[in-house]
């Protein structure tokens, strides 16, 4: 340990009562200006520390960081979540874990950073991701399944961040399929995901889960002021982002173990629960096609299934949603 590691290590073992910096000082030889110096680093990486005359150093708060110590606080899992990669800047934690997943990451490795610079979206569409403000995160998953299997995670994860939301916050936000969680029609949360496989068997599924969690208004660039929100606009208080992570990973999980043993159906049960998209009208915009109908449910292998106005029903992978109103 350096000084400094070891000044913050007594803080946090102090649970707020004072520590000694002349202690920490003569334990490295160092004099007290230099310890003194450490103090004001910590505040520069966000800690609150207080001084009491004579008795030395006390810590305030700690900062609201997603690091590998504040999510394993809460982290209630077998295996997701159990390795952690963290990172405070990043282009993409999809590109980390891309690689990680090649190089034989154990499954459930989480990637996170507290912001990336080049967030992706589906067909390469950028995701503002800014710093410390929300959950930027890639969980590295290998479920038994074969690969036409695996579109489905996309709803699994959404249906198990859902829940996390709920249990966290309270609210109840709608998930718009396959892969938008809305709160109030506005987006907070985008998923991702990324396939390693072999003809026969999925090799790793890349989880890429976006979360707009502490942003206020203002924090979204303007193109996305009216399509985005966060959790702490919707309940009008600051969220604990590690906290939350946690309850994710615990139910990604979850679900994901439901998957494998028991099939499709009970996590379609619960995706169509939280559906803003069953029952509707919409309009089905793909790459070579534009369909309209009425969303009428997903099918047993995770496709939206669309009653055209002519009557036929079709059942599509992979399209943004546009829902009439
Ligand atoms: P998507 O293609 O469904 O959504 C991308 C669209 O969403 C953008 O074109 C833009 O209109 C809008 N958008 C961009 N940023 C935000 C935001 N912060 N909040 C709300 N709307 C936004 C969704 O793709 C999948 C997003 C996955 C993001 C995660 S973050 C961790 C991982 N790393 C990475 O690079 N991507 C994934």
């Given at each position: 340990l350096t000084a400094k590691d070891e000044l913050l290590k007594r803080l946090f073992e102090a649970n707020g009562q004072p520590v000694s910096g002349q202690e920490i000082a003569d334990q490295f030889g160092l004099s007290r200006t230099a310890i003194w110096k450490y103090v004001k680093e910590l505040e520069v990486d966000g800690y609150e520390i207080g001084t009491v005359r004579k008795k030395g150093y006390f810590l305030i708060t700690v900062p609201d960081k997603v690091n590998a110590a504040n999510?394993?606080?809460h982290l209630n899992t077998q295996t997701y979540g159990q390795t952690?990669?963290?990172y405070e800047t990043l282009e993409s934690t999809q590109f980390i874990a891309h690689d990680e997943a090649q190089n034989d990451a154990r499954d459930g490795t989480l990637i996170i950073s507290e912001e990336q610079t080049l967030g992706k979206g589906r067909m390469s569409r950028p995701w503002n991701s800014a710093y410390g403000k929300g959950i930027w995160m890639s969980l590295i998953v290998r479920p038994n399944l074969a690969p036409h299997q695996a579109p489905q995670m996309t709803l699994v994860a959404a249906v198990a961040v859902t829940r996390a939301i709920e249990e966290i916050t309270g609210i109840h936000p709608d998930i718009k399929w396959p892969n938008d969680i809305l709160i109030n029609g506005k987006k907070v949360t985008g998923i991702l995901t990324e396939l390693q496989t072999d003809p026969d068997r999925v090799k790793a599924i890349i989880l890429g889960i976006g979360i707009n969690v502490n942003q206020f208004p203002d924090d979204f660039p303007v193109e996305l002021s009216t399509i985005a929100t966060s959790l702490k606009i919707a309940i009008g208080s600051e969220v604990n982002r590690?906290?939350?992570?946690?309850?994710v990973l615990e139910f990604i999980e979850q679900y994901t173990k439901i998957y494998e043993t028991h099939g499709f159906a009970p996590i379609k049960?619960?995706?169509e629960g939280?559906?803003?998209t069953v029952g509707k009208q919409i309009r089905a915009v793909m790459l070579n096609e534009v369909l309209d109908?009425?969303?009428i449910g997903i099918s047993d292998e995770g496709l939206l299934k669309i009653r055209l106005d002519d009557g036929t029903i079709r059942g599509i992978y992979s399209a943004d949603i546009e829902i009439q109103k």
């Amino acid at each position: 340990l350096t000084a400094k590691d070891e000044l913050l290590k007594r803080l946090f073992e102090a649970n707020g009562q004072p520590v000694s910096g002349q202690e920490i000082a003569d334990q490295f030889g160092l004099s007290r200006t230099a310890i003194w110096k450490y103090v004001k680093e910590l505040e520069v990486d966000g800690y609150e520390i207080g001084t009491v005359r004579k008795k030395g150093y006390f810590l305030i708060t700690v900062p609201d960081k997603v690091n590998a110590a504040n999510i394993k606080k809460h982290l209630n899992t077998q295996t997701y979540g159990q390795t952690i990669h963290y990172y405070e800047t990043l282009e993409s934690t999809q590109f980390i874990a891309h690689d990680e997943a090649q190089n034989d990451a154990r499954d459930g490795t989480l990637i996170i950073s507290e912001e990336q610079t080049l967030g992706k979206g589906r067909m390469s569409r950028p995701w503002n991701s800014a710093y410390g403000k929300g959950i930027w995160m890639s969980l590295i998953v290998r479920p038994n399944l074969a690969p036409h299997q695996a579109p489905q995670m996309t709803l699994v994860a959404a249906v198990a961040v859902t829940r996390a939301i709920e249990e966290i916050t309270g609210i109840h936000p709608d998930i718009k399929w396959p892969n938008d969680i809305l709160i109030n029609g506005k987006k907070v949360t985008g998923i991702l995901t990324e396939l390693q496989t072999d003809p026969d068997r999925v090799k790793a599924i890349i989880l890429g889960i976006g979360i707009n969690v502490n942003q206020f208004p203002d924090d979204f660039p303007v193109e996305l002021s009216t399509i985005a929100t966060s959790l702490k606009i919707a309940i009008g208080s600051e969220v604990n982002r590690a906290k939350l992570i946690a309850k994710v990973l615990e139910f990604i999980e979850q679900y994901t173990k439901i998957y494998e043993t028991h099939g499709f159906a009970p996590i379609k049960l619960l995706w169509e629960g939280y559906s803003n998209t069953v029952g509707k009208q919409i309009r089905a915009v793909m790459l070579n096609e534009v369909l309209d109908g009425t969303a009428i449910g997903i099918s047993d292998e995770g496709l939206l299934k669309i009653r055209l106005d002519d009557g036929t029903i079709r059942g599509i992978y992979s399209a943004d949603i546009e829902i009439q109103k």
